[in-house]
């Protein structure tokens, strides 16, 4: 299979060595991507476009490309092409005959052509010949370049002839590694799962930085959402996960500070803590998912006051969105899912808060803060490797697995749809049923508590993970399923 991966247009208008640096680091980012389904991929790389040849023929392995091609910042769209060497007109519509001749009877259809290079014809020389030779020899019903039936594209690079046969949409943006990095505050909701993506959309490589208020099973959220993120969009690139603790910091808040203040409290001591990992990190920005006056501590003056905690630079990609299209992106990226089942706790710290804080009744709030407690957060903060995060939660964890499911016991498959999708879990006289990892958590008290349930997945690591977390919840009816 031959691909034609057009880039991102600002891409194309950079200077010729910022263009070339893109490119090459956006060639380098698909060989990461696709290297564990064909190591021996070739991607090249000219002006405005890459291509990729692949000599792997397996359709289920061949779709699983497109799918992770279409979630690579840097590609607007890619088409799906056979080459041939450039022929007079009449060698290029037997080529185009060979392809679309089936499909043409009777219909309406147009011929597209784009062209590159030094030729003696123009691109629309190609159409009125192609069109007029495709309609005779075809049985078309007639020409429409409006609104065709069927759409003939061809490309034409220098001594090159290309017949596409399908486009593939890409999400644009520029290459992961071609800008600089940033720290994203993490909670697992809407609004951060977003502000993540939209900066690793637009090149930037992002670390995730989650702050523990007090809730495994918060913790274990945000960890699979930000996997979920990394491995769509940002496998190219390993990125880190750091989860600082930060129960005893709300302690001290609650204990400490007027009730007004503790929302605003609470942020500062956040970019606080994330400004110290940045600088270890020697990372120059910070991304929260903050909206004006969303919720009472992101007015502006109170994002001015907050924002005086740091002097790092921090970035608010949805400062002026509307929570219902935050909502509607996390739909589209794949985390709306998960923020729906999501704990959420930064929203319960304070009942009457303030929307104008004021800088010196800020200072005498923060005078009675211990700083020794964020001292403490700060040491005790993890960071992983984005890639080892879920396997690193549940290496610690014994839960009893059992290898055969008996009559009258539920499988839980608890596997993301798509995986549910494409190879379904069947078990002769078992009942099955699909509860995907994100909801596990909310929905398993719908769920009859006199039956026994195995919990499965391909690994048996998130299946440990939410079995150990149900248990400790108090369902003794829980275990985990691992065929042999």
Not at 327 to 349: L, N, R, S, W
Request: hydrophobic letters at 40%.
């Amino acid at each position: 299979m031959k691909l034609i991966v057009k880039v991102f247009p600002e891409i194309t208008i950079k200077s010729r060595p910022v263009r070339k640096r893109f490119i090459r680091q956006l060639a380098k980012n698909i060989r990461v991507v696709l290297k564990d389904l064909d190591p021996k991929v070739v991607v090249d790389g000219v002006w405005d476009n890459l291509e990729l040849v692949t000599r792997i023929e397996d359709p289920k392995v061949l779709r699983e490309m497109t799918d992770r091609l279409s979630c690579t910042p840097g590609i607007t769209h890619f088409l799906q092409v056979d080459e041939y060497p450039l022929g007079d007109f009449d060698d290029i519509v037997a080529k185009c005959k060979a392809h679309f001749g089936p499909q043409l009877a009777g219909k309406m259809f147009a011929v597209k052509c784009k062209r590159g290079g030094k030729h003696s014809f123009s691109s629309m020389d190609v159409d009125r010949y192609v069109g007029s030779q495709l309609r005779q020899q075809c049985g078309a019903a007639g020409i429409d370049l409006r609104n065709p039936e069927v759409e003939v594209r061809i490309e034409i690079r220098d001594q090159r002839l290309f017949v596409i046969h399908n486009q593939h949409q890409g999400i644009g943006g520029y290459p992961l590694g071609a800008l600089e990095q940033t720290l994203v505050l993490m909670s697992g909701g809407f609004d951060s799962t977003v502000a993540a993506y939209q900066m690793m959309r637009r090149g930037l490589m992002t670390h995730f930085c989650f702050f523990n208020l007090g809730g495994r099973a918060h913790e274990l959220g945000v960890m699979e959402v930000a996997h979920f993120l990394w491995k769509k969009y940002g496998s190219s690139h390993r990125v880190l996960f750091i989860s600082v603790p930060f129960e005893e910091v709300v302690g001290e808040i609650l204990g400490k500070v007027d009730n007004s203040y503790m929302g605003v409290t609470l942020k500062r001591m956040m970019l606080r803590a994330a400004t110290h990992m940045a600088d270890r990190l020697q990372i120059d920005a910070l991304v929260t998912g903050e909206a004006i006056s969303q919720v009472s501590s992101q007015t502006l003056p109170n994002l001015s006051i907050i924002d005086s905690a740091t002097e790092k630079l921090v970035l608010r990609p949805l400062l002026a969105s509307h929570k219902q299209d935050i909502i509607d992106q996390a739909y589209q990226i794949g985390t709306a899912e998960f923020a729906k089942h999501m704990p959420e706790y930064c929203g319960v710290i304070s009942v009457n808060p303030t929307t104008h804080a004021k800088r010196h009744r800020m200072e005498h709030e923060e005078k009675q803060f211990d700083m020794a407690v964020l001292e403490r957060a700060i040491e005790r903060a993890r960071l992983v490797s984005i890639d080892e995060v879920i396997d690193e939660l549940g290496q610690d964890i014994q839960i009893e697995e059992v290898s055969e499911a008996l009559a009258g016991q539920v499988v839980i498959d608890i596997r993301h749809p798509d995986a549910q999708e494409d190879q379904p879990l069947e078990l002769d006289g078992i009942e099955v049923k699909a509860m995907p990892f994100y909801a596990l958590n909310s929905r398993f008290k719908e769920l009859d508590n006199t039956r026994q349930y195995l919990l499965y997945c391909d690994r048996g690591v998130m299946s440990r993970l939410h079995a150990h977390h149900l248990l400790s919840e108090g369902h003794a009816n829980v275990r985990v399923y691992r065929p042999t």
